[in-house]
């Protein structure tokens, strides 16, 4: 927001995070949808799924009242440091990430040395690691979204430990709940996913040509209201 500041397109960058928000209440208002409806055609494996979820979830999150989790880690180091940005933030998420990867990666360079015998885990592991890691991480990162969202609303009165400057208590909430919308977009943010509704193809263009490293489509929303930027890295 500060460089959108500098460059005069505050407006335009709080217009792109409001309809990337919108995106979000819709994409999670279809997975919930989908999720009911897999359970019911396929209630054994799905239900590992959603369980496997629900636990990494918890574990971002430290449960409904937002208290413990991942952001609280800190609390390890003594009281003086909770509400760490390091762990009060987006680099929460991207550790959880990094975490659930080589985890999976160490899963393949164990198993070619496990004797033949061996559980059959580690085979389960082995070919469906990667939808697991993925479904701890979306779940944990949600989770910790949570927990910001919780630190910024009903728990606002704390401030950030480790900031390098000194600001009024109003901008420690804005940042929690900032990271809280990022953190909750990037779990989000999966081949096909919504990440934003527009009202006019001219303003979903300008979204969906912004990023570089990343591919965008764009298609018209089911009830014809405006379009859709969907999310397609080339690599997917």
Known sequence: MAVAGKKGEKGAYLRDLKSRTTGLFHRSGGAVTRTISALKSNPREKAIELSTFLIAFYLGSGGLDGDGGVPD?????????????FTHSIIAGIGVELASVAFIDLVAVLHGRLPEDHDPLWDELLVGGDRVARIISNGASLGIAYHLGIDATIDGGGAYKDLPFAVPQEW???????????????????????????RS??????????????????????????????YAPRNS
């Not at 880690?73 to 940005?85: F, T, V």
């Not at 804005?174 to 934003?196: F, H, L, Q």
């Not at 193809?201 to 930027?229: I, M």
């Open 73 to 85: 880690l800190d609390l390890d180091l003594g009281i003086a440091n909770h509400r760490s940005i």
């Open 172 to 198: 420690h909430q804005a940042i929690a709940a900032g990271n809280a919308t990022a953190e909750a977009i990037d779990a989000a943010a999966r081949p096909g996913s919504v990440i934003g509704i527009y």
């Open 201 to 230: 193809y001219e303003d979903a263009s300008v979204v969906a040509k912004r990023a570089r490293s990343t591919s965008f489509k764009l298609r018209r929303h089911a009830d014809g209201s405006g379009f859709e930027v969907v």
